[in-house]
C-alpha cells in the first residue's frame, strides 16, 4: 500500500529535521510518498529538506519500509492550508495524511494505520491517539480522543489531526481542504468526511502532538479568530453555535479588547466573556438550545478559571 504524507514548512527548522526523521523512520510493509511543502522559509529550513534528500538519494540514509519517494518544493504560498493542498495535489498514495514541520509520528504508526486500513476496507478515515509534547519533546500530557460520535463533534473536536490517516477517495469526494480556512481545516474536513463516510477510532498512539509559543494553537494574537472560525463552522454544519465556542470566543474577544488592568483579574475577565457569549448565543442561535444547556456541567464550568494551556493537558 502506498501512502502519501504532506508537511507544510514555514520557518521552523528547529523542529524540522525530528518531523522529516519521523517519517522516514517508519518500518514496515508499505511504501511512503513524503511531500514537504515549505513556504519560502529563511531558517535553514530549505537546507534541512535538502540534506535528507542527498541522505536518501545516495543511500546512506537507511530505509526500513518498501521504499521512500521523497519530493519537495520551497515557494510563497498563501498560507497552511494553500501549502496542504499543493501538496495533496502530487500525491500518490491511497491513503492520505499530513504531519506538521513541529510534530512527529511514534514509532510503528504507518505501519498500524496500513494494516487497519488494509483489515477495514470499509472505514475512510483512521485516527488514534496523540501526546501533547512541549518544544523539547517532552511529554505533557495526552489529547482527549474519543470514539467516534458526529453530533458530539458539532462542540468538541476529539479528533487529533497528527494522528489522524483517511483515504484519497473519501478526501476528493468532500472537496479536500477549504482553502479559506486558516485555523480549522481539518477539524471542518472531518465533519465533511464524518457525514458520508465510515470513521473509526483506534487505541494506538500515532504521535506526538507539539505545544509551543510559535504554534496556531498557542499564539495569543490568533487565538480570537481561531476561536471565530471554529464557531462559524459549527454553525454551518450543524445549525448551531454551540455554547463552548461562543464563550472561547468570546473570552479572548474581551481579552483583545479590555484595558489591560482589568483582564489581569480573572473574575472580571470571566464575567465580560459571559455577558458577551450570553449575547451572541441568544443572537446566534435565535434563543437557547436544550444541547447548550447540557454543556453547563461542573467541569465545563472550572474550566472558565483555567489557562489555556492547562484546559489542553486536562
Not at 40 to 58: F, N, P, Q
Not at 150 to 164: E, G, H, K, V
Request: hydrophobic share 40%.
Amino acid at each position: 500500500m502506498l501512502i502519501s504524507i504532506v508537511t507544510p514548512s514555514y520557518n521552523q527548522g528547529c523542529f524540522l529535521a525530528e518531523t522529516i526523521e519521523s517519517v522516514i523512520s517508519q518500518e514496515g510493509d508499505f511504501h511512503i510518498d513524503y511531500i514537504i511543502v515549505d513556504g519560502a522559509s529563511t531558517d535553514g529550513s530549505v537546507e534541512i529538506i535538502r540534506r535528507y534528500e542527498s541522505l536518501l538519494h545516495s543511500g546512506e540514509r537507511p530505509i526500513r519500509c518498501r521504499g521512500i519517494t521523497y519530493r519537495w518544493q520551497s515557494e510563497k504560498d498563501q498560507g497552511q492550508t494553500d501549502a496542504l493542498m499543493k501538496g495533496f495535489a502530487r500525491a500518490d498514495g491511497e491513503i492520505l495524511a499530513w504531519l506538521c514541520s513541529d510534530d512527529t509520528y511514534l514509532p510503528g504508526a504507518l505501519q498500524t494505520a496500513v494494516a487497519f486500513f488494509h483489515e477495514n476496507p470499509d472505514v475512510s478515515l483512521l485516527y488514534g491517539d496523540a501526546w501533547y509534547c512541549d518544544p523539547a519533546g517532552t511529554i505533557t500530557g495526552r489529547y482527549p480522543v474519543e470514539d467516534f460520535d458526529l453530533s458530539r463533534l458539532a462542540y468538541f473536536n476529539f479528533i487529533c489531526q497528527p494522528s489522524t490517516f483517511f483515504r484519497r477517495e473519501a478526501f476528493v469526494t468532500v472537496g479536500g481542504l477549504d482553502n479559506s480556512l486558516r485555523f480549522a481545516m481539518d477539524y471542518d474536513l472531518f465533519i465533511r468526511i464524518g457525514k458520508s463516510f465510515a470513521c473509526r477510532y483506534l487505541s494506538q498512539f500515532f504521535s506526538r502532538y507539539r505545544l509551543h509559543e510559535a504554534s496556531k494553537t498557542m499564539r495569543d494574537d490568533l487565538l480570537f479568530e481561531n476561536h471565530e472560525e471554529t464557531l462559524r463552522l459549527a454553525l454551518k454544519h450543524f445549525g448551531w453555535a454551540p455554547l463552548n465556542f461562543v464563550y472561547g470566543s468570546c473570552a479572548y474577544y474581551c481579552l483583545a479588547r479590555l484595558p489591560k488592568v482589568l483582564t489581569r483579574f480573572r473574575a472580571l475577565h470571566v464575567c465580560a466573556a459571559l455577558a458577551c457569549m450570553v449575547f451572541r448565543s441568544l443572537r446566534l442561535n435565535r434563543g437557547v438550545r436544550k444541547n447548550d444547556l447540557q454543556l453547563l456541567t461542573p467541569a465545563n464550568i472550572r474550566k472558565l478559571f483555567k489557562k489555556r494551556e492547562e484546559i489542553l493537558l486536562g
